[in-house]
């Protein structure tokens, strides 16, 4: 019953984080405080990302920094803006990036949160101006306070989220987000440097008519997984692969439709990471009234042993990825 706590399309995200947590009952302000921090660096990313076009360009000018090195890449760029704006928040102990092997110790012992993120993905397509995104998700440490975060703290299942969400950085900036109580999704307006409501209480169609997945690995898909694909084309679906996970999940999010990134010869467990990348997606489109799994069991009930593991992935609406589940088990 989401509905009773609608608010109006073009509250800003401040606003409405700020009133959401009046809904919950103990809410100390710490987890809105944390979506408010993520939220500003989204902006500041977004800020370098707009303008990385134009580096190269500045760069034939001689606009090295002042170590005379190279522009840093977006992506580590991005990595230092989201560590940092987590670490300057104090509602974080201890985080899981892509971009670091290792867990990192934000210094804040007495942060009651974790938070798990893939900085800057499909960076990829950085290079050739196509959407990409930052993907991340959030859960309560279980160690008690006034040391660093374990390893107990950042692995948990995706259950245990206490919030979810990604940014897109598209033809609009985009920032979507769940704390369990329904999907709402906000436009950035880069001239007021504000998010606003745009999509409020997002719900994915139960059914589709787009497929995503890259049919380029089709000679080491599983029989069940090949069998869906060709279905899909029995029944005369659209195939829609842009590369870059957050804009192809955001896509069929709205629209209907399934991504799968299954095992492949190349990746026996599939390429995309289970911590930052399938179980906020999946937090997400459950809360959307989709479903996610890796063909046998839901995503986010999958118990993780490392920070970087991967998982094969099958995401989006509802019967699809139970028809995809029964085309897998059928193989079997
Ligand atoms: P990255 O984390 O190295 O950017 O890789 C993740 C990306 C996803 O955005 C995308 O869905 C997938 O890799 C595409 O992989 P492939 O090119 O194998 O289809
Ligand atoms: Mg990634």
Not at 12 to 29: N, S
Not at 71 to 96: H, M, P, S, W, Y
Not at 161 to 182: D, K, L, R
Not at 296 to 305: A, C, L
Request: charged share 20%; with cysteine.
């Amino acid at each position: 019953d989401h509905n009773k706590l609608a608010l109006p399309v073009g509250t800003t995200l401040d606003r409405f984080i700020m009133r959401k947590q009046e809904d919950f009952p103990y809410a100390t302000g710490e987890l809105s405080q944390l979506l408010r921090d993520i939220a500003l660096a989204a902006k500041i990313v977004n800020r370098e990302i707009n303008r990385s076009g134009l580096i190269d360009i500045a760069g034939a000018y001689g606009n090295r920094n002042v170590q005379g090195e190279d522009q840093q890449k977006l992506d580590v760029i991005a990595n230092i803006r989201f560590i940092r704006a987590l670490r300057n928040g104090g509602e974080v102990c201890t985080i899981i990036s892509e971009e670091d092997e290792e867990m990192i110790q934000t210094g804040n012992n007495q942060g009651k949160y974790v938070v798990a993120i893939d900085p800057l993905d499909g960076s990829s397509n950085i290079d050739v101006n196509v959407s990409i995104g930052t993907i991340f998700s959030i859960y309560r440490r279980v160690s008690p306070t006034g040391r660093e975060g374990t390893s107990a703290d950042c692995l948990q299942p995706g259950t245990h989220q206490v919030a979810a969400g990604y940014v897109i950085y598209g033809s609009s900036t985009m920032m979507v987000y769940t704390t369990g109580n329904g999907v709402n999704g906000f436009t950035y307006e880069p001239s007021l440097g504000e998010f606003f409501l745009s999509h409020p209480d997002i719900t994915t169609p139960q059914t589709g008519n787009i497929y995503s997945i890259n049919e380029g690995s089709s000679e080491s898909f599983s029989p069940g997984v090949a069998a869906f694909v060709k279905d899909c084309k029995d029944n005369k679906f659209s195939a829609r692969y842009i590369g870059s996970l957050v804009a192809d999940f955001h896509r069929n999010l709205l629209k209907g439709g399934i991504y799968i990134y299954p095992a492949t010869a190349k990746g026996p467990q599939g390429k995309l990471r289970l911590m930052y990348e399938c179980n906020p997606l999946a937090f997400i489109v459950e809360q959307a009234g989709g479903k996610s799994s890796n063909g046998f069991q839901r995503t986010m009930e999958i118990e993780p042993n490392t920070p970087h593991e991967r998982c094969p992935v099958f995401i989006g609406s509802k019967e699809l990825v139970e028809k995809a589940e029964a085309f897998l088990t059928k193989e079997k």
